[in-house]
C-alpha cells in the first residue's frame, strides 16, 4: 500500500512489507493491522488530546510565532554581516538537528566550496581535546560568532566548550567581545545557561521549556544555524505546518505519522525485526538518519512502561548509505537474520544530474553505463536493492520525496517527530524522557571530582 | 581479564563482559570459555594452515616487498609535487579503510586547514549526482590526480565515475592529461580496468588477486592514498607486522584477534547479543568504526555454512561515537533490551589537550569543570558509561591504544582483520565472498537496460 502527500510531495510505500508481496514471516497481514487498528486510533487520539491541552510544545511548532521567526532572521542576517565563522556548541539534540538540516540543504562541501558567501559553520558535539583543538585551528577568532545551546545550561559537553571560548576570547578580545560573539540558545526564563546569558548581557534565542532536545530541531535550536546559512526557516516551518495537516487525520490508513509507527511497531513486536535500519538513497540525507537516530532511541528505548512494569523495550536505529553501503551492509541485510526492518529515503528528482560518457563500450560489463545519468543508475540501484531484499522475505518500505527542499525537509522532520510520539502511545512509555542516562552523569561527575 | 600487547600498545579489557562482574545474563563465565575453547584452537590452527599454503592474502600484507612500498612512496611524492588535489573512485572495500585511515593519522579539517601541504584528499564513494557534482565544484581539474580504484574493473559505481572523470579530463584538457592524471589500482594481470589501463597506458599499481576488498587497506588500495597525504605506510605495515606476532600465539588467552573472536562469538550465540557496537571515545576514529561494519557485516552475514546448511548468521555491527552519542543512543543501549554487546574504543593518551577554564565557579553543576582537562572529561565520562552499562548487565569491552599513530592504527586494522577471519571459523562460514549482492547487481543491469 502507498500514502502521497501532494502538498508536502511524500510518498510512503510499504508494498514490500506485505506479506502479500514478501511473506508471511515478515510481511504484514490485514489481520495484523486490525489487531493494532483501535490501539492505534487511541495513540493518535491521545496525541491530540496533549496538543489539545497544550502541554506537548513540538506540536506547536509549525505555528511558531512570526515574530519569533522574524527575530532570528534579524539575528541571523546580523551574524552572516559581521562574522565569517558560525558555531555551534551543542551535543545531542542541541546539533544533530542543526546538522542533518545543513547537509540536506546546503553544498556537501560548504565550508569550503569557492563562491559560498555565508558563514562557515562548525557543529562542535564533542570534548575529544583533538577535535575542539582542531575546530580552534580553523577559527579566525575575532570573526566568529558562537551559539552555545542547552535549555539546562548543565549539559557538561557544551559548558566546557562554552567556557573555553568564552575565555579564550576574553583573553585575546576582551570581555565586550565576549558579550558580542555568543548567542545563548536556553530555557526562556531558567537554568543556568538562562542566568549566565543574562548576567553578562548575552544575545538569547529561547527554547520553549516544553519541548525536548530531540525535538527541537524546529525551535531555535535548529532554526538560528539555519538561517545563518541561508536557509528559508520559513519554509523549514511551512513544511511542517503541511504536515501537522496529515498527522492529525484520524484514520491510521490516511495518516502517513500513524502509519509509519503502526509499521514499524508491527515489524518490532509481532514480526521480530528489533533493528530498523534507515538507508537513504540520497547523499544529503546521510546525517538526517543520524537525527532520527536519536529521537527514536532515546524515545523508544525504555525500561518501564507507564504502568510502571519492567518492559525493556526499544527498536534500535541504525544508519546505513546507498548506493555506498551495498559495498558493506546489503550482504548482511540479505543473507543474515531476520531482524530488521529497513526503510529507504529516496527522491524523485535530484537538484542536479549527470550524463554517464560512452567509453570502452566494447566491454559488456561497462556498456549498459554508457550514456545514461547517475539519477538513473542510483535510482536502479535503490529499486534493486529494495526488490531483491523483497524477493528473499526481507521487508523493507520506501519513503520518497518529490524533491529536496527546505519545506519537504521541514514536512520530514515533523512527520518523524509525530511517528515517534505514536510510537510512545503504542508501547505505552513515555516517549520524552531518558532517566537511563543519570546514572552515567553521575558516575562522571564522581569521576571529575575525586 | 586484560591483554596487553606492549609492542602494539594495545588493551583489550574484558572486566566488563564477564559473569563475576556484570551478572550470569549478559556476562562470560569460565564455562563459556571452555565450551567453545577447542573450537577456538581449531579456528586458529586453520587460519595458520591457510597462512601456510599462502592462499589468504591478508596474512602476506604486513610482509609486504618494500620494493612495492617505495613504489608508492616514489608514485605518491609525484603526485605530491604535481597535484594540489587527490580524489579517490572507489566503494566500499576501496574507499572505506582509505578513510578510515585518513581520519585516524590526519587533521580533522585536512582538507582546509590552514598550513597543510599535502594535496586535499577526496574520496568519492557513491553516485548520487548531487554528491558528484559537488566534487566537481572543488577541484582544479588540472591540478587534480585520480586514483581508480577497483580490483575487478566491474564495479559500475567506481566505473561510472572513471568514465565521467576521463571524459571532463579529455575533453579540457586533451587526452595526454587523461593518461598522466588517472592512476588506477586494480588486479595485477585481469580484469576490465587492467585491460584499459595496459591499453591506455595508465600509471598502475597491484592488488593481490587473493586480497578481498574488505581486508585491502594494507594493499596499495589504502597505503595510496595514505601516502599521498603525509602518512607513513611503512609504519602501518610495521604495526600490522607486530600485531601479526600477537595473532600467531596459539593460545586463545594470549591472543587478542582469538580472544575478541571469542568473547564476540558467545555474545551472539550464547548470551543472545546479536547487535556489536563500537563506540570510539576518540573522535578520530568514528571512521574507523565504519571500515569496520563492512569487515564484520560482509564477512559473517551469510545464508549458509561451508556444510551447505541454511544458517542465516551473523552480528550486525553498529557504530556509534563517545561522547556525543551519549546524548543519542546510551539511553536505548541502558534500559532497551539486552540485544547487545558494546566495544569501546579509547585511547590513553590524546595526542593534544585543553584546560576547561574556571568561570562561574558559584554554579556547583559548572564548578566540578574548572581547570579540569578535556581528555579527563571525556575519560570520566568513558569510564562511566561503561561502568553504568556494567551495573545494568549489559557487556561491554574496551579497546585501548597507547597512542593513536600510524603504528598503532595498522596494529588495530590487523587485529580485526584476523579477528574476522578466525570468526569465519567458529561459525563455519566463509568469511571471504559475499554471494548475497548478486541479485542486486543484476537487477540493477536489468534496469538500466530496458
Redesign the interface.
Given at each position: 500500500m502507498k500514502l502521497y502527500s501532494s502538498s508536502c510531495g511524500i510518498e510512503l510505500d510499504f508494498s514490500n512489507a506485505c506479506a502479500g508481496r514478501i511473506g508471511y514471516a515478515g510481511g504484514i497481514t490485514e489481520d495484523d493491522l486490525n489487531s493494532v487498528r483501535q490501539k492505534a486510533q487511541a495513540a493518535h487520539s491521545a496525541v491530540e488530546k496533549v496538543r489539545a491541552e497544550g502541554t506537548l510544545g513540538f506540536l506547536k511548532l509549525p505555528y511558531t510565532d512570526p515574530k519569533l521567526v522574524q527575530e532570528i532572521k534579524h539575528l541571523a542576517a546580523d551574524i552572516e554581516r559581521n562574522y565569517s565563522d558560525f558555531v555551534v556548541l551543542g551535543?545531542?539534540?542541541s546539533?544533530?538537528g542543526n546538522i542533518a538540516v545543513h547537509s540536506a540543504l546546503n553544498?556537501?562541501?560548504y565550508?569550503?566550496?569557492?563562491g559560498e558567501s555565508h558563514p562557515r559553520l562548525f557543529v562542535l558535539?564533542?570534548?575529544?581535546?583533538?577535535?575542539?583543538?582542531?575546530?580552534m585551528?580553523?577559527l579566525p577568532l575575532e570573526k566568529t560568532c558562537f551559539n552555545v545551546i542547552t535549555k539546562s545550561?548543565?549539559?557538561?559537553?557544551t559548558?566546557?566548550q562554552f567556557?573555553?571560548f568564552?575565555?579564550l576570547i576574553i583573553d585575546r578580545l576582551g570581555y565586550d567581545a565576549f558579550k558580542k560573539q555568543v548567542v545563548a540558545t536556553t530555557d526562556p526564563s531558567s537554568g543556568?545557561l538562562r542566568?549566565?546569558a543574562n548576567d553578562e548581557g548575552l544575545r538569547t534565542l529561547p527554547i520553549p521549556p516544553d519541548v525536548g532536545?530531540r525535538f527541537s530541531v524546529l525551535t531555535a535550536v535548529g532554526l538560528l544555524s539555519a538561517a545563518v546559512t541561508g536557509i528559508n526557516i520559513s519554509d523549514l516551518l511551512e513544511g511542517a505546518r503541511l504536515m501537522d495537516e496529515e498527522c492529525r487525520k484520524p484514520e491510521m490508513t490516511e495518516n502517513p505519522a500513524v502509519m509509519n509507527a503502526v509499521v514499524q511497531y508491527i515489524m518490532d513486536t509481532i514480526k521480530m525485526r528489533?533493528?530498523a535500519v534507515m538507508m537513504p538513497?540520497?547523499?544529503?540525507l546521510r546525517d538526517f538518519a543520524?537525527w532520527f537516530?536519536?529521537l527514536l532511541?532515546?524515545s523508544?528505548?525504555?525500561?518501564f512502561d507507564r504502568d510502571g512494569n519492567v518492559v525493556?523495550?526499544?527498536t534500535?536505529p541504525?544508519?546505513a548509505?546507498g548506493?555506498?553501503d551495498?559495498?558493506?551492509?546489503?550482504?548482511?541485510?540479505?543473507?543474515?537474520?531476520?531482524?530488521?526492518f529497513i526503510t529507504f529515503l529516496g527522491v524523485k528528482k535530484?537538484?542536479?544530474?549527470?550524463t554517464?560518457?560512452?567509453?570502452?563500450t566494447e566491454?559488456e560489463?561497462?556498456s549498459?553505463?554508457?550514456n545514461?545519468?547517475?539519477?538513473?543508475?542510483?535510482?536502479?540501484?535503490q529499486?534493486?536493492?529494495s526488490?531483491?531484499l523483497a524477493?528473499?522475505g526481507r521487508p523493507n518500505c520506501t519513503i520518497t520525496l518529490d524533491e529536496i527542499s527546505a519545506k519537504s525537509i521541514g514536512a520530514l522532520l515533523y512527520l518523524f517527530e509525530y511517528q515517534i510520539a505514536i510510537a510512545g502511545e503504542l508501547y505505552n512509555i513515555n516517549a520524552f524522557d531518558?532517566?537511563?542516562?543519570e546514572?552515567?552523569?553521575?558516575?562522571?561527575?564522581?569521576?571529575?571530582?575525586c
Open positions: 551535543i545531542g539534540g546539533a544533530l553544498h556537501p562541501f565550508n569550503n566550496v569557492p558535539d564533542n570534548v575529544d581535546p583533538e577535535y575542539i583543538s582542531a575546530v585551528d580553523m545550561g548543565t549539559t557538561a559537553e559548558m566546557s567556557l573555553l568564552r575565555q543556568v542566568k549566565i532536545g528489533p533493528m538513497y540520497v547523499q544529503s543520524d537516530r536519536q532511541a532515546e523508544i528505548g525504555k525500561k525493556h523495550v526499544g534500535t541504525i544508519k548509505l548506493a555506498t551495498q559495498h558493506s551492509q546489503i550482504q548482511l541485510y540479505m543473507e543474515g537474520p531476520e531482524d530488521k535530484y537538484r542536479t544530474d549527470l554517464i560518457p560512452a567509453a570502452y566491454i560489463k561497462l549498459f553505463l554508457a545514461k545519468t547517475f539519477s538513473r543508475l542510483i535510482h536502479a540501484e529499486q534493486a536493492t526488490e531483491a524477493n528473499n531518558q532517566p537511563g542516562v546514572e552515567g552523569k553521575i558516575l562522571t561527575y564522581q569521576k571529575m571530582t
